[in-house]
């Protein structure tokens, strides 16, 4: 079951790793909770379309390129710019976010 709006508001994200300054950690964050309260309870295609809108709106405010991963299981190796991945998970979300070849 995914969460209603109002629990969104009440999920504390738990940060896996993080390479990020706190004002893009909470950057992150907030765009993730908007996305999941965009994209509410769609079955086909759910965290495609949240990964989606994410990026998207990382995109939009921070004028760079980002990365989305969403999912509940996933593995993943990849490369990243220094300072620019944050892994979280609400609940049992996780969330995969970095910049590379900016």
């Known amino acids: 079951m995914r969460p209603g709006e109002k629990e969104i508001d009440e999920i504390k994200p738990v940060i ?5 300054n706190t004002e893009t950690k909470d950057i ?4 993730a909770k908007d996305a999941m309260r965009a994209v509410g309870d769609s079955n086909i295609n759910y965290y495609k379309k949240l990964a989606k809108k994410l990026k998207m709106d990382l995109e939009a405010e921070k004028n760079e390129t980002w ?5 509940t299981d996933y593995g993943a190796y990849l490369a990243f710019e220094k300072a620019y991945l944050i892994y979280f998970r609400m609940n ?3 969330f995969l976010i970095f910049r590379f070849g900016a």
């Open 16 to 20: 896996e790793f993080c390479t990020m």
């Open 28 to 31: 992150c964050i907030t765009k």
């Open 67 to 71: 990365n989305v991963i969403v999912g």
């Open 92 to 94: 049992e979300l996780y």
